[in-house]
């Protein structure tokens, strides 16, 4: 079983709300990772977390806010996002941080922000 | 910087018509390069890793090669079902980032 899950598939928030994306795998993988994907765009690297811990994070503004509560979940906090922020959030994991190892994706969260 | 340049950005076949799509890449010290499809609006589904040059991977219609600077993916008398966008990424020694290309949308015509 190769999957990741993410919830929810669809969210429209306003720039003042407040709101989280969840992401989880069962896998018993140790990486786990948000990337963010504009419109025919490849997906943009956002955070990287390694056995619980965040390990990358490509300067991503504040508005974002990553968290692992544990090796299986992943959670993205939201606050006081802008139009452009607007795209698909799409998690992944692989079996080890590093090298080599193949990334799955899951589903993705298509996010509007109003 | 790691680059990865994938061609065509676009590609129409006929069905049962074969064709290749082309990743380049420039990194210092390639650990892996990966092959990914996407369909619109969902996420990237895994398809090979490469690790080293002359290496070669098959699934159904579709094969991957490696060379020191390019990767191909073969696809043999594709489907409408292969329609979809093709993406490239490669990693580096010692990092965990993953450098994606651009991708190849590929249509298949019934």
């Known amino acids: 079983d190769t999957e990741v899950t993410q919830t929810p598939k669809h969210l429209v928030m306003g720039m003042t709300n407040k709101k989280s994306l969840k992401c989880e795998q069962h896998?018993?993988?140790?990486?786990m990772y948000w990337y963010k994907q504009k419109a025919k765009k490849p997906p943009e690297l956002m955070f990287v977390y390694s056995y619980e811990k965040l390990s990358i994070n490509e300067s991503v503004p504040s508005r974002f806010s990553p968290e692992c509560p544990n090796s299986s979940l992943l959670n993205l906090h939201l606050h006081a996002l802008q139009p452009e922020d607007s795209a698909l959030y799409l998690c992944a994991s692989s079996r080890q941080p590093g090298d080599n190892y193949e990334q799955y994706f899951g589903p993705g969260t298509r996010l509007t922000v109003t | 910087e790691d680059q990865v340049t994938q061609s065509p950005e676009a590609l129409r076949l006929q069905e049962g018509e074969s064709s290749s799509l082309n990743c380049s890449y420039t990194?210092?010290?390639?650990?892996?390069l990966f092959w990914y499809r996407q369909d619109p609006g969902k996420g990237p589904e895994f398809l090979f890793t490469l690790y080293s040059a002359g290496e070669e991977k098959e699934k159904e219609r579709l094969k991957a090669t490696l060379t020191k600077k390019e990767s191909f993916l073969h696809i043999t008398a594709p489907k409408p079902e292969d329609s979809a966008t093709y993406l490239c990424?490669?990693?580096?020694?010692?990092?965990?980032?993953?450098?994606f290309g651009t991708g190849t949308k590929l249509q298949v015509i019934p």
């Open positions: 990424a490669v990693q580096a020694g010692g990092y965990q980032k993953v450098t």
């Open positions: 896998m018993g993988h140790r990486a």
């Open positions: 990194v210092s010290g390639l650990r892996g």
